[in-house]
Nanobody
Framework: QVQLAESGGGLVQAGGSLRLSCAAS????????MQWFRQAPGKRREFVAA????????YYVDSMKGRFTISIDNAKNTVYLQMNSLKFEDTAVYYC?????????????????WGQGTQVTVSS
């Protein structure tokens, strides 16, 4: 079992920044890849970024490259998502997710564990 707890969401003006955190706990965390997804009202949950537990493999959805940065602190078992130049359309609930496949995944159906989500609201 893996438990994930997100924090850091909130209300920010367009152009601002937020850093989301995901604290992971459980057994053999090194067996998991970590992902961030988001879901806006009325829309499907979509992939944002992924990182291997070692931090050596990182993936982003193309539209967020250059604005979002995913990182991991293995000593703290925490994954971060730094979000800069936020736009109104970034408003969503952001979820941390863990997958046990050999590579990070972009499909929600292949995720093993989800956090409860943290709300990010960007005002225009």
């Amino acid at each position: 079992q893996v438990q994930l707890a997100e924090s850091g969401g909130g209300l920010v003006q367009a152009g601002g920044s937020l850093r989301l955190s995901c604290a992971a706990s459980g057994r053999t965390l090194s067996n998991y890849n970590m992902q961030w997804f988001r879901q806006a009202p009325g829309k499907r949950r979509e992939f944002v970024a992924a990182i291997s537990w070692s931090g050596t493999r990182i993936y982003y959805v193309d539209s967020m490259k250059g604005r979002f940065t995913i990182s991991i602190d293995n000593a703290k078992n925490t994954v971060y998502l730094q979000m800069n130049s936020l736009k109104f359309e970034d408003t969503a609930v952001y979820y941390c997710a863990a997958s046990s496949l050999s590579n990070p995944v972009k499909e929600p159906g292949r995720i093993d564990y989800w956090g409860q989500g943290t709300q990010v609201t960007v005002s225009s």
